[in-house]
Nanobody, 120 residues
Framework: QVQLVESGGGLVQPGGSLRLSCVASGFSFTFSRYDMSWYRQAPGKERELVAAITSSGGSTNYADSVKGRFTISRDNAKNTVYLQMNSLKPEDTAVYYC???????????WGQGTQVTVSS
């Protein structure tokens, strides 16, 4: 069973920064085989993809709404994926979820989420 634990959320003023972390673990789990991504869900809205990174870290993609402000990265030695969020806006307020995906089996695993609130 794969477990994903997010951390780093909180309350921040507009224009501020936060760095989210997601640590992965599990029996026979090889982090470097998984594509990783961050999603978010605001109240009353559907969950949306924020950023994704391939298993090797060689390719990333971002939602248009966060391009130039957010950066996804990973450290395969630490089984951790990060989301650096800069120039935060009130519309970035949401619960942020980490997802691990193994392409060969199309298996997906989700974390429990971490709340990010951008407000003055």
């Amino acid at each position: 069973q794969v477990q994903l634990v997010e951390s780093g959320g909180g309350l921040v003023q507009p224009g501020g920064s936060l760095r989210l972390s997601c640590v992965a673990s599990g029996f026979s789990f090889t982090f470097s085989r998984y594509d990783m991504s961050w999603y978010r869900q605001a109240p009353g809205k559907e969950r949306e993809l924020v950023a994704a990174i391939t298993s090797s870290g060689g390719s990333t993609n971002y939602a248009d709404s966060v391009k130039g402000r957010f950066t996804i990265s990973r450290d395969n030695a630490k089984n951790t994926v990060y989301l650096q969020m800069n120039s935060l806006k009130p519309e970035d307020t949401a619960v942020y979820y980490c997802k691990a995906r193994l392409r060969i089996t199309e298996s997906n695993y989700w974390g429990q989420g971490t709340q990010v609130t951008v407000s003055s």
